[in-house]
T-cell receptor
Framework: EAQVTQNPRYLITVTGKKLTVTCSQN?????MSWYRQDPGLGLRQIYY???????DKGDVPEGYKVSRKEKRNFPLILESPSPNQTSLYFC????????????FGSGTRLTVV | GQNIDQPTEMTATEGAIVQINCTYQ??????LFWYQQHAGEAPTFLSY????GLEEKGRFSSFLSRSKGYSYLLLKELQMKDSASYLC???????????FGKGTTLSVSS
């Protein structure tokens, strides 16, 4: 089944403790992206990647890192999480052609205390 | 700057027709998407418009006017399961980068 798999689904952590949210897709998509979703603010792009070893900042990249060493994986790294990073996070992938919609992962609900 | 506007909330009754509007101002335009998102779940793709006009897909239709920076999503024969948020998104730059509106929460009652 074609899908984007994110882990974990839920995570509660403490301020400053490094964490990684994994994202993997099995559709051979070149384009991958991370979004956060907050009430009243909608989906905001954190980072995106157009291919292996090619990443770029989105609208809200501060406090996050990403890597794209393999085509299928695009982990999101929070080196020193803070409470304002409490949010619902989505990974998405798509074909490079503009008319293909994103396929989203199931989401990761992160709480930083 | 980049801006996408859509109403925050709408209500409708089962069997009715509802139109959700979206206006956009972006630095580029490679197409406009509509997504459906049920509470706590991932968004799912509904439609894509790149040329002016109406695209119909079953009970859902989407319209685009590029000159006006305007789109709408039309939902017919509403069902309770259509209660969800509807997200308007514009592909505006490199590759398939999408900028999303804040979403319209639709509540369908019996």
């Amino acid at each position: 089944e074609a899908q984007v798999t994110q882990n974990p689904r839920y995570l509660i952590t403490v301020t400053g403790k490094k964490l990684t949210v994994t994202c993997s897709q099995n559709m051979n998509h070149e384009y991958m992206s991370w979004y956060r979703q907050d009430p009243g603010l909608g989906l905001r792009q954190i980072y995106y990647s157009m291919n292996v070893e090619v990443t770029d900042k989105g609208d809200v990249p501060e406090g996050y890192k990403v890597s794209r060493k393999e085509k299928r994986n695009f982990p999101l790294i929070l080196e020193s999480p803070s409470p304002n990073q409490t949010s619902l996070y989505f990974c998405a992938s798509s074909e490079t052609a503009a008319n293909y919609g994103y396929t989203f992962g199931s989401g990761t609900r992160l709480t930083v205390v | 700057g980049q801006n996408i506007d859509q109403p925050t909330e709408m209500t409708a009754t089962e069997g009715a027709i509802v139109q959700i509007n979206c206006t956009y101002q972006t630095s580029g335009f490679n197409g406009l998407f509509w997504y459906q998102q049920h509470a706590g779940e991932a968004p799912t793709f509904l439609s894509y418009n790149v040329l002016d006009g109406l695209e119909e897909k079953g009970r859902f239709s989407s319209f685009l006017s590029r000159s006006k920076g305007y789109s709408y999503l039309l939902l017919k024969e509403l069902q309770m399961k259509d209660s969800a948020s509807y997200l308007c998104a514009v592909s505006h730059g490199a590759g398939t980068a999408l900028i999303f509106g804040k979403g319209t929460t639709l509540s369908v009652s019996s």
